[in-house]
């Protein structure tokens, strides 16, 4: 099953404009991670946050973790056309095994 | 190798043929999964190996799925007496312990 839900489910956007997605969970978790996965391929890791940070930047891309809240999101500064894909959250409970639990996806589309 | 590759990357089986998905980690690393990708969600877990011990087979959604990891490394995903439900993509993912997750680029499984 599913761990999470993620919002939207797609997203439209001009080239250069910020992108944000969200993503709720359900469980305590150890840690949250974002994930790329382009038509066709595998998953890319972008981004892990620890239960015990709230913000994270890498390049382009910031995430934020609010725990009470059990959520987080993903921002995607300056989009380009190469950032067309579908993102997923996943978390995991456990520091060491990494057993991931995905959500459903946000497809984004940047159009040039 | 460089990354993790997966064999075949296609298959069509008809229904009831019995299947074997192949994964081939990246050398050295001891954890590796498998998780099953229905069309427009997200992965979902199968199975967990750390070297050739297979420490949860929660995820496998029926007795006809069958994973083995035999010497800690290359790792084969059996399914047997395939049903169109079975159709996804399957992804293998290995890491070090406490690392994130490598993804190789799956297995597209279609059963007609």
């Known amino acids: 099953s599913q761990q999470g839900e993620e919002d939207p489910q797609a997203l439209s956007i001009q080239e250069g404009e910020n992108a944000t997605m969200n993503c709720s969970y359900k469980?305590?978790?150890?840690?949250l991670q974002w994930y790329r996965q382009n038509s066709g391929r595998g998953l890319v890791h972008l981004i892990l946050i620890r239960s015990n940070e709230r913000e994270k930047h890498s390049g382009r891309l910031r995430v934020t973790l609010d725990t009470s809240k059990k959520s987080s999101s993903l921002l995607i500064t300056a989009s380009r056309a190469a950032d067309t894909a579908s993102y997923f959250c996943?978390?995991?409970?456990?520091?060491?095994?990494?057993?991931?639990?995905f959500g459903q996806g946000t497809r984004l589309t940047i159009n040039p | 190798g460089a990354g993790v590759s997966q064999s075949p990357r296609y298959k069509v089986a008809k229904r009831g043929q019995d299947v074997a998905l192949r994964c081939d980690p990246i050398?050295?690393?001891?954890?590796l999964f498998w998780y099953q990708q229905a069309l427009g969600q997200g992965p979902e877990f199968l199975t967990y190996?750390?070297?050739?011990?297979?420490?949860?087979k929660s995820g496998l959604p029926s007795d006809r799925f069958f994973a083995e990891r035999p010497e800690g490394s290359v790792s084969t995903l059996k399914i047997q007496r395939t049903q169109q439900e079975d159709s996804a993509v399957y992804l293998c993912?290995?890491?070090?312990?406490?690392?994130?997750?490598?993804f190789g680029q799956g297995t597209r499984l279609t059963v007609v």
């Open positions: 469980t305590s978790i150890n840690n």
């Open positions: 993912a290995s890491s070090t312990t406490g690392a994130r997750a490598f």
């Open positions: 190996f750390q070297n050739e011990a297979q420490l949860d």
């Open positions: 996943a978390t995991s409970a456990d520091q060491g095994a990494q057993k991931l639990v």
């Open positions: 050398s050295g690393h001891v954890s």
